[in-house]
């Protein structure tokens, strides 16, 4: 991305959020004209303020387009190699030079629009800038209407001696894509959370200090030496709960930042989004482990270089030691995978990949009453799907037979979901949508129809995923794995030798942007092969306690249960993601006894024996294998239960994934609770084959499957649903 210093000076306001375009619907094809950027190395422009909201554009982009006279609007092919960035320049003498940087998107290019050089907006078609759909946003004045706004298409202009509309403002745009926002101010090297814009403050507002009014333009200026540049910008919120000494309470404080000299950290959803990006950040940020160990022996050694860092140690009577630890693990043998008729492979490196679409899945459903959705510019990529679904799916034991399908002329979401309305009905088993490209409203609109009013399993396809000729028929194998577990079969599973044992999985998801109601999701095996699952989502209020939903949660299992199987389970083992040490004492004392009651509340007399396991992803511990040329990740199945635990807990770390790139994290599992007295093995080895169970993936995952089943649905419902789902999916995992 090339940018005129943004960057450096910490311009925050930089929003990647995908919003959707205003503008006018109403106005003729004669009242806008959409014009493609001709940049170069040298390309800026410059948009000076006219008045409220408003900005001119008041030069060329490009030399290409210098000839066109002042009363004429070009069309200029876009030149990918060349810089996108421009200055945005209010001639007010308040404000400073505002830069924006823009961005490309991989499908459609940044789309600016050019005029001349004309300053008379009654003489000459100096176009009036009315909605402007780009990567990011400047900072904007207080007395002034922002109308940047980020999107993918084109810009829209409007000849200002037509008739004027409203330009379209995004302050509630920016709030939405900001809050949450973590940002780092390199004055004090300290990060804060944004939780509001301030556009009613700026740097020249005052705050009371040593009993006197002081501006944040003299505050930085006497404190830190900085010199803030835009007396207009306004300011970041942002809040903090400290527990002040002596008081049982925590007290808020509130900090305002000036977005100057605040930096950005993290990536944005819509990056992460991005799978090209993500694949050339992994890149760099994935560090082989001889890179990460050569990296922490030379900061052992610039440390014991540093005379100040050793006088710092000796004072607490602290050394560094200048190796690593050294200790010896153990290494459970490879899982045996159990596929349709009682066929078993090993899983080397726990990696099972190429044998999920040769075999036949344990628990096929065949697919004879479904529905393909699709847009008309789709047609060839659907009937391209069903065709290889139809044909591939033989092997895997599955039967397809030809859907109905219906076709779409607009991509509205209410086309959508008016269509769903309209072909739902009792003898459907799933319904497939292929979708011209990836759009979160879309997906919520469908999804909140499909899991909550009209309750079906659902399958939505982005369309560029089936454009890819060479790979289509791995991926449509994939989809047809995925559908058939939404419609209640199972792929594979592991020996697990036990005897009426439930196994429970309970994830939370927070969004941190918007400080809605938090999401728990909680999944319990129905089954002895552990492949049938009751699922069922907890939206949790700000002041209602997650253990109030846990409860019924476990109260509603424990009836399908029974219903199954004829008999209560006699011991319920519980592993429980998405919790801190400083929730441990929480957990144990509250949170599993009130699960204990209300077990036995529901049928008297039953006292299951409880075993609650607290499973720790987000952890800093680094685990290394020696080999002759260096170290190596350990392989999957790798054990350390000693020398680095805890002393007063029942832990131990499994590395449970085969990593291809960087260095593998392993996984910490706290045993808080065991009224079974499981040995220590069995749990490690419980834990490990557990890994293999998340059919989304044809191998292990770092958590327990049953964990990765909670965080799926707590994230959809959180997500897109935002209700409690209907009761008929609770048996199907339809959230994969």
């Given at each position: 991305?090339?940018?005129?210093?943004?960057?450096?000076?910490?311009?925050?306001?930089?929003?990647?959020?995908?919003?959707?375009?205003?503008?006018?619907?109403?106005?003729?094809?004669?009242?806008?004209?959409?014009?493609?950027?001709?940049?170069?190395?040298?390309?800026?422009?410059?948009?000076?303020?006219?008045?409220?909201?408003?900005?001119?554009?008041?030069?060329?982009?490009?030399?290409?387009?210098?000839?066109?006279?002042?009363?004429?609007?070009?069309?200029?092919?876009?030149?990918?190699?060349?810089?996108?960035?421009?200055?945005?320049?209010?001639?007010?003498?308040?404000?400073?030079?505002?830069?924006?940087?823009?961005?490309?998107?991989?499908?459609?290019?940044?789309?600016?629009?050019?005029?001349?050089?004309?300053?008379?907006?009654?003489?000459?078609?100096?176009?009036?800038?009315?909605?402007?759909?780009?990567?990011?946003?400047?900072?904007?004045?207080?007395?002034?209407?922002?109308?940047?706004?980020?999107?993918?298409?084109?810009?829209?202009?409007?000849?200002?001696?037509?008739?004027?509309?409203?330009?379209?403002?995004?302050?509630?745009?920016?709030?939405?894509?900001?809050?949450?926002?973590?940002?780092?101010?390199?004055?004090?090297?300290?990060?804060?959370?944004?939780?509001?814009?301030?556009?009613?403050?700026?740097?020249?507002?005052?705050?009371?200090?040593?009993?006197?009014?002081?501006?944040?333009?003299?505050?930085?200026?006497?404190?830190?030496?900085?010199?803030?540049?835009?007396?207009?910008?306004?300011?970041?919120?942002?809040?903090?709960?400290?527990?002040?000494?002596?008081?049982?309470?925590?007290?808020?404080?509130?900090?305002?930042?000036?977005?100057?000299?605040?930096?950005?950290?993290?990536?944005?959803?819509?990056?992460?989004?991005?799978?090209?990006?993500?694949?050339?950040?992994?890149?760099?940020?994935?560090?082989?482990?001889?890179?990460?160990?050569?990296?922490?022996?030379?900061?052992?050694?610039?440390?014991?270089?540093?005379?100040?860092?050793?006088?710092?140690?000796?004072?607490?009577?602290?050394?560094?030691?200048?190796?690593?630890?050294?200790?010896?693990?153990?290494?459970?043998?490879?899982?045996?995978?159990?596929?349709?008729?009682?066929?078993?492979?090993?899983?080397?490196?726990?990696?099972?990949?190429?044998?999920?679409?040769?075999?036949?899945?344990?628990?096929?459903?065949?697919?004879?009453?479904?529905?393909?959705?699709?847009?008309?510019?789709?047609?060839?990529?659907?009937?391209?799907?069903?065709?290889?679904?139809?044909?591939?799916?033989?092997?895997?034991?599955?039967?397809?037979?030809?859907?109905?399908?219906?076709?779409?002329?607009?991509?509205?979401?209410?086309?959508?979901?008016?269509?769903?309305?309209?072909?739902?009905?009792?003898?459907?088993?799933?319904?497939?949508?292929?979708?011209?490209?990836?759009?979160?409203?879309?997906?919520?609109?469908?999804?909140?129809?499909?899991?909550?009013?009209?309750?079906?399993?659902?399958?939505?396809?982005?369309?560029?995923?089936?454009?890819?000729?060479a790979k289509v028929r791995g991926i449509v194998a994939k989809i047809a794995l995925q559908m058939n577990c939404k419609i209640g079969g199972s792929l594979w599973t592991v020996k697990i030798p036990f005897k009426n044992v439930m196994i429970c999985g309970i994830d939370t998801y927070h969004d941190s942007k918007k400080k809605d109601n938090s999401v728990g999701g909680f999944v319990a095996s129905l089954n002895a092969s552990y492949t049938e699952w009751y699922s069922r989502a907890i939206i949790q209020s700000q002041k209602e306690e997650l253990v109030n939903g846990l409860s019924q949660s476990l109260v509603a299992s424990l009836d399908e249960y029974k219903r199954r199987n004829n008999v209560l389970p006699e011991k319920i083992i519980i592993f429980r993601d998405g919790v801190g040490d400083g929730q441990l004492k929480m957990v144990k004392e509250y949170e599993l006894q009130q699960l204990i009651q209300a077990s036995a509340l529901k049928h008297p007399g039953y006292k299951p024996q409880f075993t609650i396991i607290i499973v720790q992803k987000r952890i800093n511990t680094r685990l290394f294998a020696t080999r002759a040329n260096g170290v190596d990740n350990p392989a999957p199945g790798c054990i350390i239960d000693h020398t680095i635990t805890r002393r007063f807990l029942y832990d131990f770390f499994l590395v449970p994934q085969?990593?291809?790139?960087?260095?593998?994290?392993?996984?910490?599992?706290?045993?808080?609770?065991?009224?079974?007295?499981?040995?220590?093995?069995?749990?490690?080895?419980?834990?490990?084959?557990?890994?293999?169970?998340?059919?989304?993936?044809?191998?292990?995952?770092?958590?327990?499957?049953?964990?990765?089943?909670?965080?799926?649905?707590?994230?959809?419902?959180?997500?897109?649903?935002?209700?409690?789902?209907?009761?008929?999916?609770?048996?199907?995992?339809?959230?994969?």
């Amino acid at each position: 991305m090339a940018g005129r210093g943004s960057i450096g000076r910490g311009l925050i306001l930089k929003l990647l959020e995908e919003t959707r375009a205003g503008g006018d619907e109403n106005s003729s094809a004669s009242d806008t004209q959409n014009l493609q950027t001709t940049s170069s190395e040298s390309g800026l422009g410059s948009i000076r303020s006219a008045g409220r909201g408003r900005f001119l554009l008041d030069s060329l982009m490009d030399q290409s387009v210098q000839g066109h006279s002042s009363k004429e609007l070009s069309t200029a092919p876009s030149d990918e190699s060349a810089s996108d960035s421009f200055l945005i320049k209010p001639t007010s003498g308040r404000g400073r030079v505002l830069e924006l940087l823009i961005e490309k998107t991989c499908a459609e290019k940044s789309i600016l629009a050019q005029s001349t050089d004309g300053t008379d907006g009654a003489d000459s078609a100096a176009v009036q800038l009315e909605e402007i759909k780009i990567e990011s946003v400047e900072l904007v004045q207080p007395e002034m209407e922002p109308v940047i706004r980020r999107g993918t298409k084109a810009f829209q202009i409007r000849d200002p001696r037509r008739k004027s509309t409203q330009c379209v403002a995004i302050r509630r745009n920016g709030l939405e894509a900001l809050l949450g926002a973590v940002v780092l101010t390199r004055y004090n090297n300290k990060t804060y959370r944004i939780d509001d814009i301030l556009y009613t403050e700026n740097p020249m507002s005052t705050f009371q200090m040593n009993g006197k009014d002081v501006s944040y333009l003299e505050y930085y200026k006497s404190h830190y030496d900085i010199d803030l540049t835009d007396e207009m910008q306004p300011l970041l919120l942002s809040r903090e709960e400290r527990r002040i000494s002596g008081k049982e309470e925590k007290e808020t404080i509130t900090f305002c930042l000036i977005p100057e000299i605040c930096y950005l950290t993290g990536i944005t959803d819509t990056i992460r989004e991005d799978q090209k990006v993500m694949r050339d950040i992994a890149t760099i940020t994935r560090v082989t482990p001889n890179q990460r160990v050569d990296a922490m022996n030379t900061f052992c050694k610039n440390l014991d270089r540093c005379k100040e860092a050793k006088d710092v140690l000796a004072g607490w009577g602290l050394e560094m030691d200048m190796n690593a630890l050294k200790l010896v693990g153990r290494q459970l043998e490879d899982e045996e995978i159990i596929f349709g008729r009682g066929k078993t492979i090993k899983a080397e490196r726990a990696d099972f990949n190429k044998h999920c679409c040769s075999n036949q899945l344990y628990k096929a459903i065949d697919i004879t009453n479904w529905i393909v959705i699709y847009n008309k510019r789709d047609t060839k990529v659907a009937q391209q799907f069903i065709d290889i679904m139809q044909r591939n799916s033989a092997p895997m034991g599955l039967k397809v037979s030809p859907p109905k399908t219906e076709i779409l002329t607009d991509d509205k979401n209410d086309q959508y979901v008016q269509l769903l309305r309209k072909v739902i009905n009792a003898a459907l088993q799933i319904i497939v949508i292929i979708c011209p490209s990836s759009r979160d409203d879309r997906y919520a609109a469908i999804k909140k129809v499909c899991c909550g009013e009209l309750p079906i399993p659902t399958q939505v396809i982005n369309a560029k995923t089936l454009a890819n000729e060479a790979k289509v028929r791995g991926i449509v194998a994939k989809i047809a794995l995925q559908m058939n577990c939404k419609i209640g079969g199972s792929l594979w599973t592991v020996k697990i030798p036990f005897k009426n044992v439930m196994i429970c999985g309970i994830d939370t998801y927070h969004d941190s942007k918007k400080k809605d109601n938090s999401v728990g999701g909680f999944v319990a095996s129905l089954n002895a092969s552990y492949t049938e699952w009751y699922s069922r989502a907890i939206i949790q209020s700000q002041k209602e306690e997650l253990v109030n939903g846990l409860s019924q949660s476990l109260v509603a299992s424990l009836d399908e249960y029974k219903r199954r199987n004829n008999v209560l389970p006699e011991k319920i083992i519980i592993f429980r993601d998405g919790v801190g040490d400083g929730q441990l004492k929480m957990v144990k004392e509250y949170e599993l006894q009130q699960l204990i009651q209300a077990s036995a509340l529901k049928h008297p007399g039953y006292k299951p024996q409880f075993t609650i396991i607290i499973v720790q992803k987000r952890i800093n511990t680094r685990l290394f294998a020696t080999r002759a040329n260096g170290v190596d990740n350990p392989a999957p199945g790798c054990i350390i239960d000693h020398t680095i635990t805890r002393r007063f807990l029942y832990d131990f770390f499994l590395v449970p994934q085969n990593v291809r790139q960087g260095t593998v994290s392993p996984t910490h599992y706290i045993v808080l609770h065991d009224d079974n007295n499981f040995s220590p093995d069995v749990l490690q080895r419980l834990s490990f084959k557990m890994c293999f169970m998340y059919y989304n993936w044809p191998g292990t995952v770092r958590v327990p499957a049953c964990c990765q089943y909670a965080h799926k649905l707590a994230f959809l419902v959180g997500q897109s649903v935002k209700k409690q789902p209907a009761d008929i999916l609770s048996t199907k995992l339809y959230y994969l």
